[in-house]
């Protein structure tokens, strides 16, 4: 694969194999993994792929299979560590505490999340079908939830940490967290939507870590001090 082509052709190709419910391909590796209600062997995506002598499939050896952590999650942490920044400069120059660096934090959080998502909103709401529970029975609830993002973030930097923001904060991401939570306690092997599609980010307790840091954020604003 050289393209963004022929990452969507094979994706396409391996997506028409019986039961497969998602594919992700990494360009830049050659790597693709997927997601079946059952066992696919390798000889059916060799099969599938005996049409197009361009590309072939072969099984990763053990060295391949364990990416570098921070390489993989390089672009979650430069994203962390940007808001963190920003947030704190927004506070500092507003002169206010904690409380308002949370809203800062949480409002780009959650701008720069579903920004992500639009960019490729048909194919974050399919991966993000394959762990959620609500998208799972509800398709279209993948392709509303980056709007809901977009509207908490929006909410979060011009109403602030108000009861109302906080709780529907905690609410949304802490449902969302069920489901992450069942996906990595199950082992599944499947892509994290949470960046959407351009970042090919794994589902792992990272993404745990991720959801309840929001849910945990949200819950000291419930509290009467804040």
């Known amino acids: 694969m050289t ?10 190709l391996i997506h028409s194999i019986r039961d497969v419910e998602s594919v992700s391909i990494e360009l ?7 997601q079946a209600s059952r066992p ?8 599938i792929l005996a049409e197009h002598p361009k590309y072939a499939a072969k099984e990763m050896d053990q060295a391949e299979r364990k990416p570098n ?8 942490l430069l994203i962390g ?3 963190v920044l920003l947030s704190s400069i927004a506070t500092l120059q507003s002169g206010e505490g904690l409380n308002k660096w949370m809203e800062y934090f949480m409002g780009g959080f959650f701008i720069v999340f579903s920004f992500f998502k639009f960019l ?9 079908r394959s762990y959620d529970l609500l998208a799972r029975i509800l398709p279209i609830y993948g392709f509303v939830y980056p709007f809901f993002e977009l509207g908490l973030g929006l909410a979060w930097l011009f109403l602030g940490g108000t009861f109302e923001v906080a709780l529907i904060t905690v609410m949304l991401m802490g449902f969302s967290a069920i489901g992450v939570i069942q996906a ?24 745990i870590i991720e959801d309840l ?7 000291i604003m419930l509290l009467p001090s804040f």
Request: include cysteine; proline fraction near 4%.
């Open 69 to 76: 952590p921070l390489k993989t999650y390089w672009p979650l």
């Open 40 to 47: 696919v062997q390798l000889s059916e995506i060799q099969s």
């Open 120 to 128: 490729d909103i048909r194919g974050f709401a399919n991966s993000y």
């Open 3 to 12: 393209c963004a082509g022929c990452v969507a052709k094979v994706s396409h």
């Open 184 to 207: 990595v306690s199950q082992k599944k092997s499947i892509q994290c939507a949470c960046l959407g599609t351009v970042f090919n980010l794994p589902m792992s307790s990272v993404t």
């Open 28 to 34: 830049e590796t050659k790597k693709v993994e997927l």
């Open 81 to 83: 560590a940007f808001l």
């Open 213 to 219: 840091l929001m849910v945990l954020m949200a819950s």
